[in-house]
């Protein structure tokens, strides 16, 4: 016997039966009667074998020659049916049990199946609330309250918390919603500025704007929020020139082309995040995690940087010409083909004379004491400055680039030669 769905729900809901015991459903309802026929003749042959089977199988044991019955034949007649009725007890147990097997298979099926339905009607409930919870933090993040603004935020980090199909899609919104508060340089005139020695400019070190408290809230949640693997934010071509930064989480963030001159990024984490042809000119960097970062063809002119994790990172053609590292760790760091005229390393850890020759450096290149003393530096540096004057030879540089300029491309080719 089939149990009968849960409710209408299940009843419209439930799932397919296993072809065999389908089959078996359909065989019992469309022949009853050979099912109550097979079980009245199981009966009765039950029961003339309980009465007759002993004359039939063991007459020759219950009669003498003489066609007598023996003493015996009562404890015959009592053991064969004995012996029968054990039979049948036995195969109705089995049958009992088998039933209660098939019974239990069925129960199992109704009640994996309302689980499932459960389970699947409670994700579309979430994902409803998700939903609902989405459009009204998008709502909050157009708000012209900061503090709405500011719960907007907070409300698309718990729902990334909440729905890792959702983290993408937050990752996107939050990462628009910098890039529209922190525009493009030249998008208002700002970008005119790019490409020029900091020292031409008159920099004023530590003059910097405060960066809004939603764009500074918005930046730390996509931050502290990735993890490898994941969604990075596109942070691409964003616009904070002259911002305090300090203490930003920006692990694994897309900048690449990102003008960030004269930015104060003290204390603020960069680990991993991609910064290729990004604008560092005389950008602040105290305790500042740059490990593993990809910094390829950056400019970093004049950048002040004290006590920066540099470990593992790629640094290949930066331009780093005047920069200032001060207890800098370079380890693992790949300095190919990086312009170091005027920079100021002689405090750093971990830098090697096999890493320091591939990169361009020269005599105005102040390096710790026993790579300055190393015969490869030296030969180094007397073949750039061999190769810079030979250029300096065939003509005038060309002009400064304007804020239209590669940020990753030197402001004066001929002064960084390829070796």
Not at 99 to 126: P, V
Not at 202 to 219: C, F, M, Q, Y
Not at 220 to 237: F, K, M, P, Q, S
Not at 271 to 287: E, F, G, I, M, P
Request: aromatic fraction near 4%; hydrophobic fraction near 40%; charge should be neutral.
């Amino acid at each position: 016997m089939r149990l009968p769905p849960v409710g209408d729900h299940a009843a419209m809901t439930m799932e397919t039966p296993g072809r065999s015991d389908q089959q078996r459903d359909r065989w019992y309802k469309h022949h009853p009667r050979w099912a109550w026929t097979a079980g009245i003749v199981g009966t009765a042959a039950f029961v003339v074998l309980l009465i007759w089977g002993p004359w039939w199988i063991e007459g020759h044991h219950l009669r003498d020659d003489k066609g007598q019955l023996v003493s015996s034949a009562g404890i015959i007649v009592t053991g064969f049916r004995t012996m029968l009725i054990a039979i049948v007890a036995g195969a109705v147990a089995a049958a009992g049990l088998w039933y209660t097997h098939k019974s239990h298979q069925q129960t199992e099926k109704l009640f994996e199946h309302t689980r499932a339905k459960d389970r699947e009607q409670a994700e579309l409930t979430r994902e409803g609330q998700v939903t609902d919870r989405y459009v009204d933090a998008i709502k909050l993040l157009a708000s012209d309250k900061l503090h709405e603004r500011l719960g907007g935020i907070y409300s698309l980090e718990r729902i990334m918390q909440d729905s890792e199909k959702d983290r993408g899609t937050v990752t996107e919104v939050l990462a628009a919603f910098v890039r529209d508060k922190l525009p493009p340089s030249g998008a208002d005139g700002e970008g005119t500025q790019r490409g020029l020695d900091p020292e031409v400019r008159g920099l004023k070190e530590d003059h910097t704007s405060p960066l809004d408290a939603d764009v500074r809230s918005a930046i730390n949640v996509l931050g502290r929020n990735w993890e490898g693997g994941r969604a990075r934010a596109d942070l691409r071509t964003i616009n904070g020139a002259s911002l305090n930064m300090a203490e930003l989480d920006l692990r694994g963030a897309q900048l690449q082309r990102a003008y960030l001159a004269m930015a104060n990024l003290s204390d603020a984490n960069l680990s991993r995040a991609q910064l290729s042809r990004a604008n560092l000119d005389a950008t602040k960097l105290s305790h500042t995690n740059l490990a593993a970062a990809h910094l390829k063809w950056a400019r970093l002119s004049h950048a002040r940087m004290h006590h920066v994790d540099l470990t593992g990172a790629n640094l290949r053609g930066a331009l780093l010409s005047g920069a200032r590292m001060r207890q800098v760790a370079l380890e693992g760091v790949d300095l190919a083909d990086a312009y170091l005229k005027g920079a100021v390393l002689d405090e750093v850890s971990g830098l090697t004379a096999d890493v320091l020759c591939r990169a361009r450096i020269y005599q105005s290149t102040k390096l710790p004491t026993h790579l300055a003393q190393d015969p490869k530096v030296q030969a180094r540096i007397a073949h750039c400055e061999a190769l810079q004057r030979s250029l300096e030879a065939v003509g005038p540089p060309p002009p400064v680039p304007d804020g239209n300029s590669t940020p990753g491309q030197p402001a004066d080719p001929p002064s960084r030669p390829r070796s």
